[in-house]
Structure formats: C-alpha cells, structure tokens
C-alpha cells in the first residue's frame, strides 16, 4: 500500500508533463492541419470530381476518370519527358559544380569572404528577375550569341529553337542555383576535423586520396541533401519555363513542365480535378526518385 502511494506523485507528474506537451504541440497541429492536411484531402477529393466554376461551384463525381485521363494525354507524357531531362542534367551538374566551389573557397584562396558573397548573389536574386535578365541575354542578338560570334562558334535562337530552349533554362538554373548549396557544402566541409586529413599525410595520401576517401565519404549524408533538396525543387520548375514560353511552354512544347500543366489546367482550361490529378501524379514521381536516390546515397555516414 505505501508503495502504491510513493509512485502515485510520479505518475501524476508523468501525466501533468505529457499534457503540457501536447498544449505546446496544438499550435504545430492547427498550422499542419490547416495548411497540409485539409489541402492534401481536399486534392482528394477535387481528384475524384469533374468541377464546374463558371455560374457557382458544382461537383461531379468522376471516380478515376481524370486518372485515365492523364494516360491519354499526350502533352503529360511531353511534360514528364521535359522535367525528367531537366532533372536529371540539372541535379548532377548543380551538385557537382556546389562541391567544386565548396572545396575552392575551403583549400584557403584569398579572399574568400569576398568569393562567397558574389559566388551566393545569384541565389538571393529573384528568380523572375533572373529570367529577365537571361531572356535578355539569350535573344538572337543577345550578349550570349555575340560572345559566340566572337570566338567563332555557332549561335542559335536560344529561346525559339525546341532543341536548345530548354537547356537555356537548365544553364541559367545551374548557375544560380548551385551558390545555394555551395554553402551548405562548405559549411559541412568546415566541420571534418583536421586530423583525419593529417593521419591521411602520414599515410601518404596525397590531395586526392583525401578527397575520395575522406571528404567524399563524410560528405554522404549532405550529399543526399543536396540531391534530394534538387530533385524536389527541379521537378517544380514553373516560373523561367513561364516566363520563357508565356506561359505556353514552347516553342512546340519544349519547356512544357509538369507544374505549367498544372497551371494551364486550372487557369486556362478551368479544369481543378484534373489538375488535383497532375499534382498527385507530380508528387508520387517525385517522393519515388527521392526515395531511390535515398536508397543509393543514404542518409548516415558511412
């Protein structure tokens, strides 16, 4: 019995801590629940209906027809062609040039605080303005195709040619996203302690050796970062294929992107549930492909 009363005032407490806990967590709840979850299951549910908006909202249930729908269509399999050529040239090169910059600014070169500032400008630029810019740029008589006159290479109609428009977008994105993650790089680069790279020298490791075996290797889980970061954000390209095209995705569907047939869908056609359907369909693509590359990079150091 007097056992049973010295545990009592623990419990008590135990049950005062866990309900302070879940007031601190309502707040969090509400902010998801508002703005995560309803919209999540109100997709669900626009997905299975045919809406009409012009003379007041009404619903039809179509069941899985927007579904069947989007097999059909042959301007989805275009977008997913675009986006997934986008992805994968604008990931790899994106992560690739992070590194490289990373390590540049980490191996001690003068003025580096300087190199990081000019380096990180694009990526707190506005992505509109930047488009602008490169749209400039770009044009037939733009500074890109006087620069290639001037070294004697071939120009090109940057943003009416479908077989160059797109890597148009890809190269402006390239370089102004990469600073981005130039930064969480070095930041990771900065916390490898030193003597990992000074037992390597003892060994006999030269730059190199450390790099593939030491940098690279401790590196993994930012890597995955980095690729997943790119992957999610790549594959909703919209405003440079936007602004490129006017909202067309030309030339003859060349920047057609997934998220601008979501937009077209709902701005243009008037069409909710089928775009409820395109933006499931974007996100089971790209919860896969973050999960194969999760599978392939990992999360934890090796």
């Given at each position: 019995?007097?056992?049973i009363t010295?545990?009592?005032?623990?419990?008590?407490?135990?049950?005062?801590?866990?309900?302070?806990?879940?007031l601190f967590?309502?707040?969090?709840i509400?902010?998801?629940?508002?703005?995560?979850?309803?919209?999540?299951?109100?997709?669900v549910?626009?997905?299975?209906q045919?809406?009409?908006?012009l003379g007041?909202?009404?619903?039809?249930?179509?069941?899985?027809?927007?579904?069947?729908?989007?097999?059909?269509?042959?301007?989805?399999?275009i977008?997913?062609?675009?986006?997934?050529?986008y992805?994968?040239?604008?990931?790899?090169?994106?992560t690739?040039l992070?590194?490289f910059?990373?390590?540049?600014l980490?191996?001690?070169?003068?003025?580096?605080?300087?190199?990081?500032?000019?380096f990180?400008?694009?990526?707190?630029?506005?992505?509109?303005?930047?488009t602008?810019?490169?749209?400039?740029i770009y044009?037939?008589n733009g500074?890109?195709n006087?620069?290639?006159?001037?070294i004697?290479?071939?120009?090109?109609?940057?943003?009416g040619?479908?077989?160059?428009?797109?890597?148009?977008?890809m190269?402006m994105?390239?370089?102004?996203?990469a600073?981005?993650?130039m930064v969480?790089?070095?930041?990771?680069?900065?916390?490898?302690?030193?003597?990992?790279?000074e037992?390597?020298?003892l060994?006999?490791?030269?730059?190199?050796?450390k790099?593939?075996?030491?940098?690279?290797?401790?590196l993994?889980?930012?890597?995955?970062?980095?690729?997943?970061?790119?992957?999610i954000?790549?594959?909703q390209l919209?405003d440079?294929?936007?602004?490129?095209?006017?909202?067309?995705?030309?030339?003859?569907?060349?920047?057609?992107?997934?998220v601008?047939?979501i937009?077209?869908?709902?701005?243009?056609?008037?069409q909710?549930?089928?775009?409820a359907?395109?933006a499931?369909?974007?996100?089971?693509?790209?919860?896969?492909i973050t999960?194969?590359?999760?599978?392939?990079?990992?999360?934890e150091?090796?």
């Amino acid at each position: 019995m007097q056992q049973i009363t010295s545990r009592h005032p623990k419990t008590t407490v135990r049950t005062t801590e866990n309900l302070a806990g879940y007031l601190f967590l309502i707040p969090t709840i509400l902010v998801l629940g508002t703005f995560v979850i309803l919209p999540i299951l109100y997709a669900v549910f626009l997905s299975l209906q045919k809406v009409q908006l012009l003379g007041g909202i009404e619903y039809e249930f179509v069941g899985f027809r927007n579904f069947s729908q989007l097999i059909e269509d042959e301007r989805v399999w275009i977008a997913m062609k675009n986006t997934a050529e986008y992805v994968a040239i604008v990931v790899p090169s994106q992560t690739v040039l992070a590194l490289f910059l990373a390590v540049s600014l980490n191996s001690g070169i003068r003025g580096k605080s300087w190199w990081r500032v000019l380096f990180f400008l694009p990526t707190v630029t506005s992505s509109a303005v930047l488009t602008l810019i490169f749209m400039w740029i770009y044009n037939t008589n733009g500074l890109l195709n006087d620069f290639l006159s001037v070294i004697g290479l071939p120009t090109y109609n940057w943003l009416g040619d479908p077989a160059v428009a797109l890597k148009a977008i890809m190269i402006m994105n390239i370089w102004s996203t990469a600073p981005f993650f130039m930064v969480i790089y070095l930041a990771a680069l900065q916390d490898i302690p030193n003597y990992l790279y000074e037992a390597a020298e003892l060994d006999g490791a030269n730059g190199w050796h450390k790099f593939i075996n030491i940098t690279i290797p401790i590196l993994k889980p930012v890597t995955f970062f980095v690729i997943a970061m790119g992957i999610i954000s790549t594959f909703q390209l919209f405003d440079q294929s936007y602004i490129f095209s006017n909202g067309t995705g030309g030339p003859n569907n060349a920047t057609l992107t997934l998220v601008l047939l979501i937009y077209q869908a709902v701005f243009r056609n008037l069409q909710m549930g089928y775009a409820a359907a395109l933006a499931f369909l974007l996100a089971t693509v790209i919860i896969t492909i973050t999960l194969i590359a999760r599978r392939l990079f990992g999360g934890e150091k090796s």
